[in-house]
Structure formats: C-alpha cells, structure tokens
C-alpha cells in the first residue's frame, strides 16, 4: 500500500462518473444529511447578515460579524486539526454537530422574542467559529474515510456540489421568511436542520468505514504539520492562492448586501436572488469538478484568474442584471478554486497528517476572512461598493498570476508567444535551466506532475 504525498493519487482501479461516490452506503446517508443542513446554513447566513444590516445600517457591522465567526478558524485552526488528526471523526462531528445546532437554535428565540441586539449576533457569531475549528478538518478528512481513496475526488467535488445545491434553495427561501415573517425563522430552521446530519451520521455503518492512522497524543504535533507543508512546494502554493482569495475575493456578504441596499436600493429578497444566481454557478462547476476527476494546478490557477478577472468586470456593471448575470461564471469559477485546492492538497497529503494540513487549508482561505473582511468593508463604506468588489477582485487576480508564475518556474515550464504561421500562438514549453539532481529536482519534478 503506497504511503506519503501522493498516495491518493493512484489511478483508480474502477471507473469515477458523475455521482460514483452515492453508491456507497455510509456517504449516501452523510450527503442526504447535508442537504438538509447546508440549506439551514444558508438560510442563517443570508438572514444574519441582512438583520446586521437592518440593526446598523453600516457594511463594516456586516464585515465585523463576517470576521468574528471566522476569527477562531485563524486563531485556533491549526490546533482543530491536530484534533481531527487524534480523534476518532465520527464522535467528533456527532458532538461538533449538536454544538452548531446550539447556536442556532440560540439566536432563533433572541430574534423570534424581540431581544436581540446586534452583539448577540456577534457572539453567536464567535461562538459558531469556534466549533468550525474542529467541525471543518473533521468532516473534510471524514470524507475518506467514508469513500476511501479511489472515489475521493468525486466525493469533494459531490461535497462542493451538495453544498450549491442548498445554496440554490436557502437564500431564495430565507429571502421570502425575512420578508414574510422576519429573520428569526430562518435562524430556527438552521437549528433544526443539523439534526439531519446527526441522524444520518448515527444510521452509518461503522464496518464500513476506511480506517485511517490516527495520531497518538505527543508533542510537537502542530509543527510537524507545519514541516510537512513546507517540504511539499505542491502543496504550499495551493495554500498561498486560496489564502489571498479567502481573504480578499470570498467577502460577497458585505459586497452583495452593499449592492443591493446602496447602489440597486431594494430588499432582503433581491439579496437572496443574487446568492442563488451565485450558487447556480457554483453547482455547475461543482459538477463540472465531479465529471472532470482531476485536480491539476494548471485547472486552479485558470481558475483563480478568471475569478479575480470577473470580479473586477462586475463591480463596474453597467445595470442590475448585467451584475446579476456576471455572478454566476464567478461561482462557477470560486467554486473551481475551491474544489480543485482542496481535491489536491487531500491526495497529496500523508492520511497520518491530513487533518493537520486541511486545517492549515481551511485557516487560511476560511480564516483569512478576520483580516479581510473589516478592510474590505471599509473600503465599501468609504469608497462604495463598486470599489470594494474591485479591489477584492484585483488582490485575486494578482495573485493567482504570481502563484502561477512560481508553479511553472518549479515546472521548468514557460509561456511562450509563437508568431510564426500555422503554430500556436500561445504555449508551455520547457525552461533553459542547469542540470539538477538531488532533493530539489525531485521536489521540481514532483510539481510538474501535478501541473
């Protein structure tokens, strides 16, 4: 049985279609669970954020509770994976799950009984981050251990796309609540909605699980985590370019709400359209993700370009549905970004260490939100929406550009212009460079194939 980076990349011995990973029983149950779920979560981040909106009336106060429920993923992220890496996952994600039921069931009566203030979403907030922490690499390393290592790719790109799909139903629905019948519904369906996932998660069958190595209790843990990331240059730059776009080009909540409530002057449930027009770009590139089975770098800097690219192209959107249409290519393409990373770096990683270095993946592109959010929302407040979205989109061009240039110098690769006729105009040809031998032409060679 092969060991180390790369051991999930063997070729699979049975053919991956679309949905291959439904036929297995113990991930069949979890992605039912999940719909309902991630429906919940959905309908609580768009009535979150527009009752923040309602109570303050400032994009900042939106950023603020955008950055606190993420503010523990940056703090603590790297010790959520050392815990994922030690304890057994599903007990884990029973107790994660029932805790994130808590909280949302909390800030349902706060908002239902007329008491709630706009620091007790900040806490809720705070509160819901901290049991992300562990919550995100238990389930995102679950996912192996449900399906094994022939359909992990498919299985991600199936998570990518189960999650769109409530995006689609979510935000259209919390919309019509808030507008009907105020925002403390969709707050207590979202609780409610985490019992899916508790139940399915109990009818598992535990035989059938793929086993993974679980670390023993000992020191040091974290940075060997560390160390394995930073020998790997296949796995630091996906890190790099999902943490710039985490950071700065991920902040719709503030953008969305700002365009609608300041340039396009309308409600809660034109907010909710243009998420799911977000989602439906999403789920095709989530689906897009399931049918293509590969994870290749090329595929996520691409990616990550046109995001950042159309990002910039919306924020100067000439009318409503100009803006509204050009979001849907940018969930496509976000959700490109996402699902190739994260594909990537989970068949590449040691199984001993990966919750370990899927916490570092989800600090820095879920827990870079601290930093940006309050900046960003700033810049909305200050400068408008139109410049806040474009600069997010800027900072995600650059640097998906810069991170590809570093990917093709450690390919030996370059991106030449032929002008002669009849032959491309554009192509990747090999690098002049000295002879290596040794470690560093074995990392080099290792990062050409995955490019």
Request: glycine residues 12%.
């Amino acid at each position: 049985m092969r060991t180390g980076p790369g051991a999930d990349s063997a070729p699979a011995p049975s053919p991956t279609t679309m949905f291959s990973s439904l036929k297995i029983r113990n991930y069949r149950l979890f992605a039912m669970g999940q719909v309902v779920s991630n429906t919940g979560t959905w309908m609580q981040r768009i009535a979150q954020d527009w009752l923040v909106l309602t109570l303050t009336g400032s994009a900042s106060a939106v950023g603020i509770t955008v950055a606190l429920q993420f503010l523990p993923m940056l703090l603590f992220g790297l010790y959520g994976g050392v815990l994922a890496d030690r304890l057994p996952k599903r007990p884990l994600l029973l107790f994660t799950q029932s805790a994130m039921a808590f909280t949302g069931l909390a800030l349902a009566v706060l908002t239902l009984t007329g008491e709630v203030r706009v620091w007790h979403v900040y806490l809720t907030a705070f509160l819901l981050g901290l049991v992300t922490v562990v919550d995100n690499p238990a389930r995102q390393t679950f996912v192996s251990e449900m399906v094994g290592p022939d359909q992990l790719a498919n299985a991600v790109s199936l998570n990518g796309a189960n999650f769109q799909s409530a995006r689609l139903v979510g935000p259209a629905v919390a919309g019509v609540l808030i507008t009907a019948v105020g925002s403390g519904y969709a707050f207590l369906f979202n609780g409610l909605s985490f019992l899916a996932t508790i139940v399915s998660l109990l009818l598992m069958r535990p035989a059938e699980l793929h086993k993974s190595v679980r670390a023993p209790r000992g020191k040091g843990q974290l940075r060997e985590g560390l160390r394995y990331v930073s020998a790997h240059p296949e796995l630091i730059w996906p890190i790099v370019l999902v943490g710039f776009i985490g950071t700065f080009g991920f902040n719709f909540p503030i953008w969305l709400s700002a365009f609608v409530h300041d340039v396009y002057g309308s409600g809660a449930e034109t907010y909710g359209l243009l998420n799911t027009l977000m989602a439906v770009g999403s789920l095709v590139g989530a689906l897009l993700a399931a049918r293509r089975g590969t994870s290749k770098l090329s595929i996520l800097v691409g990616a990550a370009v046109l995001f950042g690219a159309l990002e910039i192209v919306a924020a100067f959107a000439p009318t409503f549905w100009v803006f509204a249409a050009i979001l849907v290519p940018i969930g496509m393409f976000g959700l490109t970004v996402n699902v190739t990373a994260n594909t990537r770096i989970q068949m590449a990683t040691d199984p001993a260490v990966r919750g370990r270095v899927m916490s570092l993946f989800m600090m820095v592109f879920v827990g870079g939100t601290p930093v940006g959010a309050p900046i960003v929302g700033w810049i909305t407040d200050v400068y408008g929406p139109r410049v806040g979205f474009a600069a997010g989109g800027a900072v995600s061009l650059l640097a998906a550009i810069g991170v590809g240039l570093m990917l093709s110098r450690a390919a030996g690769v370059r991106l030449k212009l032929d002008l002669r006729p009849g032959r491309p105009r554009l192509a990747l040809v090999p690098r002049q460079r000295d002879r290596r031998s040794g470690p560093a032409g074995a990392e080099a060679g290792r990062v050409t194939g995955a490019v």
